[in-house]
C-alpha cells in the first residue's frame, strides 16, 4: 500500500524530481526488498557472468551508480549504471523528460546528465565486494574532441569494478554520437575499444565483457555494415536498442512531437523486429541483450524468442511500479514449467523468422 501511494504521488511531479524522489526512496529503504528466485531453468551463463536471471534493469534510471544494489533487490537478475562520461554534464535545457501515460511511453532529450567518472568511481569502489552483476554504461561528453577516447577512458577508470561495459554510441540527444555507429568510424570504435580493453585485461588477468548498444532507426544497408563491422571485431555482445525518434501512431498528442527519443511500449515491435534483424545477420555468433517495450512477461518472452538471451527494461518501471521484476521473474519461470521447457536459453532465436519483413 505504501508503494502504491508512493507511485501515485511520483505522477503528481514533474518527472524528473519523480526520478529523484525514487532514487531517495530506494536509498532510505521505503521500497521494499524483493526476492531473488533461484531456479535453474532461468539462471543463465552469458559473457562469463552467472546470471541469476535473465531480466535487468537498463541504464537511464541510475545514472549516477547511487543505488545498484537496492535495484537488484528488486528482483533483477542485474543491472547496468550510467550512461556515464569522463567530465560531469548538466544535460540539455529543461524541461527534457516527458511522460505519455495513455501509451505507456516517455520521452526525453536528457543528453548524458551525469555526475562524470569521479563521482561514480567512489560509489563502485564502496560496493566492490558486494554481489550482484552491475554493467557500467559508457558514454562521451558532447563538448569532447575524441568520442571514442572518453570510452577508453570509462573502460579504464572502471576496468576493476564494473561487470560488464555498454559502449552506447545510439542515444539520439548527443549530437553527431549515432555517426559512431556506421562504416569505417564503427571499425575504429570497436578497435581501439578493443584494444583498450585487451591492455587492461593483460594487466590485471580478466577480461571484462564490451557489449555495444544501438539504435533502433536502422534500415537494412546500416545493419548489414554494422553486422560486417561487429563480425571483424572482438565484441562479446549487441544491445538492441536504444530510444526511437520515430513516433508511431501514439494516443497522447500533446507530448508526442517533442524532440528526444521515445521509449516504453510504442517501441516495442520497432526494436524487436531490429533485434530480429540483427540475429538473422548474425546468427548465434555473439550474445544479444533485447531492449525496447518490455512491459510484461510476454514481452520477456518474445525478446528471447527473437533472439536475445537477456533482456532488460526501464520506462515500464515508471508505469508498472517496483513490483514489476519479481512478478515478470516468477511469471517466467511458471511459463517454462508449464511448457516443459527445460532451460529459459531454449527460447532464444526460436522464432526469429516471424519478426523479419
Not at 23 to 30: S, V
Not at 112 to 124: D, P, T
Not at 279 to 286: A, F, I, K, P
Request: aromatic share 6%; net charge negative; charged share 20%.
Amino acid at each position: 500500500m505504501l508503494e502504491a501511494c508512493l507511485m501515485n504521488a511520483a505522477f503528481l511531479l514533474p518527472p524528473e524530481n519523480a526520478h529523484k524522489a525514487s532514487i531517495l526512496a530506494l536509498k532510505t529503504g521505503l521500497v521494499s526488498h524483493y526476492p531473488i528466485i533461484s531456479d535453474p531453468r532461468i539462471m543463465i551463463r552469458i559473457f562469463d557472468l552467472d546470471f541469476p536471471s535473465p531480466l535487468g534493469l537498463a541504464a537511464g534510471y541510475d545514472k549516477n551508480a547511487e543505488v545498484p544494489d537496492e535495484i537488484l533487490h528488486l528482483g533483477f537478475g542485474f543491472t547496468e549504471v550510467g550512461t556515464v562520461t569522463p567530465k560531469p554534464q548538466s544535460g540539455n535545457p529543461q524541461p527534457r523528460l516527458f511522460r505519455l501515460v495513455e501509451d505507456e511511453a516517455v520521452i526525453n532529450r536528457l543528453g548524458f546528465n551525469n555526475q562524470g567518472h569521479e563521482a561514480m568511481l567512489g560509489r563502485m569502489q564502496a560496493r566492490q565486494n558486494n554481489p550482484g552483476i552491475v554493467g557500467i554504461n559508457i558514454g562521451a561528453n558532447k563538448d569532447s574532441a575524441d568520442f571514442v577516447a572518453d570510452y577508453e577512458a570509462g573502460i579504464e577508470k572502471f576496468y576493476p569494478y564494473a561487470s560488464y561495459f555498454m559502449v552506447n554510441v545510439s542515444s539520439p540527444n548527443t549530437p553527431g554520437l549515432r555517426d559512431l555507429q556506421m562504416g569505417d568510424a564503427l571499425t575504429v570504435l570497436l578497435n581501439r575499444v578493443d584494444e583498450k580493453s585487451q591492455q587492461l585485461a593483460d594487466i590485471q588477468g580478466l577480461r571484462k565483457p564490451v557489449i555495444l548498444k544501438i539504435a533502433p532507426d536502422l534500415d537494412a544497408k546500416q545493419m548489414d555494415e554494422i553486422a560486417k563491422a561487429v563480425t571483424k571485431s572482438n565484441l562479446d555482445g549487441l544491445a538492441i536498442s536504444n530510444t526511437t525518434l520515430a513516433r508511431p501512431l501514439l494516443k497522447n498528442q500533446t507530448n508526442a512531437n517533442e524532440a528526444g527519443g521515445l521509449s516504453g511500449k510504442p517501441l516495442f515491435e520497432i526494436s524487436t523486429r531490429i533485434l530480429a534483424e540483427m540475429r538473422n545477420r548474425l546468427g548465434d555468433r555473439l550474445p544479444m541483450i533485447g531492449i525496447g517495450g518490455v512491459a510484461n512477461t510476454a514481452d520477456v518472452i518474445s525478446k528471447l524468442q527473437a533472439g536475445a538471451s537477456l533482456v532488460q527494461l526501464y520506462t515500464s518501471l515508471v508505469y508498472g511500479g517496483p513490483g514489476l521484476p519479481s512478478r515478470i521473474v516468477s511469471e517466467l519461470k511458471d511459463y517454462l514449467e508449464k511448457n516443459n521447457i527445460a532451460h529459459v536459453s531454449e527460447l532464444t532465436g526460436s522464432q526469429t523468422g516471424s519478426w523479419l519483413k
